[in-house]
């Protein structure tokens, strides 16, 4: 069974830039959420969703955005980017299947310039 | 936001001693999860907990869910070198919804 698959995996991108980052699932899994990690904040929820709609969110500004597609695929965008946006994205997913358990997949790297 | 407390922050210790490291919170959480980060991975879910009190063991990991709900704790027993990692645990108040919020982590480091 494959795993939660993030693409792409590094990215190098222009301060006020946008980006959009993608999850696929582990098939199955409804719930996709995101998280951001860096070296001083760790790991900060992002966003959840279930069914394509949003069902909880973090305390991010609006620059970050997200949604999830009807096959539970989800992307997560950020508008202009900010040095401070360089951090490794994490997405996970869930269902009753794993006990809610979530799995995350191997994460998206990005880095502002 | 809000995060847990988890300590110790790192640990560097000799192959076949045993671990322990834990995590508290100000506040209730009715799920506990345990999760080890290798570089450049994402977190690999090692235990869950659901229940006050439930004490869950995988191979040489165990873990426990504290009675107040506001605590956990991790034991590795035996480490070896491949134990090396950052581990981190995470609550959640709700029992199947709801965001994970995490602890800072821990570093282990083994020495052979």
């Known amino acids: 069974k494959a795993g939660v698959t993030q693409t792409p995996r590094y990215l190098i991108k222009t301060r006020g830039q946008q980006v959009t980052l993608s999850c696929s699932p582990i098939?199955?899994?409804?719930?996709v959420s995101w998280y951001q990690q860096t070296p001083g904040q760790g790991l900060q929820f992002l966003f959840e969703?279930?069914?394509?709609?949003?069902?909880n969110k973090g305390n991010f500004p609006g620059r970050f955005s997200g949604r999830q597609f009807s096959n539970s695929r989800s992307e997560m965008n950020v508008s202009t980017l900010e040095l401070g946006d360089s951090a490794l994205y994490l997405c996970?997913?869930?269902?009753?299947?794993?006990?809610?358990?979530?799995?995350f997949g191997s994460g998206t790297r990005l880095t502002v310039v | 936001g809000q995060q847990l407390n988890q300590s110790p922050q790192s640990m560097f210790i000799q192959e076949g001693e045993d671990v322990s490291m834990n995590c508290t919170s100000s506040?209730?959480?009715?799920?506990w999860l345990w999760y080890k980060q290798d570089p450049g991975e994402g977190p690999v879910l090692l235990i869950a907990?659901?229940?006050?009190?439930e004490l869950t063991s995988n191979g040489r990991l165990t873990a426990q869910f504290g009675i107040t709900r506001k605590d956990s704790f991790l034991n590795i027993s035996a480490s070896i070198p491949s134990d090396v990692g950052i581990y981190f645990c995470?609550?959640?108040?709700?029992?199947?919804?709801?965001?994970?919020?995490f602890g800072k982590g821990t570093k282990l480091s083994v020495k052979p």
């Open positions: 996970a997913s869930s269902s009753r299947t794993n006990n809610y358990g979530y799995t």
């Open positions: 098939s199955g899994h409804r719930s």
């Open positions: 969703y279930f069914s394509e709609t949003q069902r």
């Open positions: 506040s209730i959480f009715n799920t």
């Open positions: 907990l659901y229940k006050a009190g």
């Open positions: 995470a609550g959640r108040h709700g029992g199947s919804q709801g965001n994970l919020i």
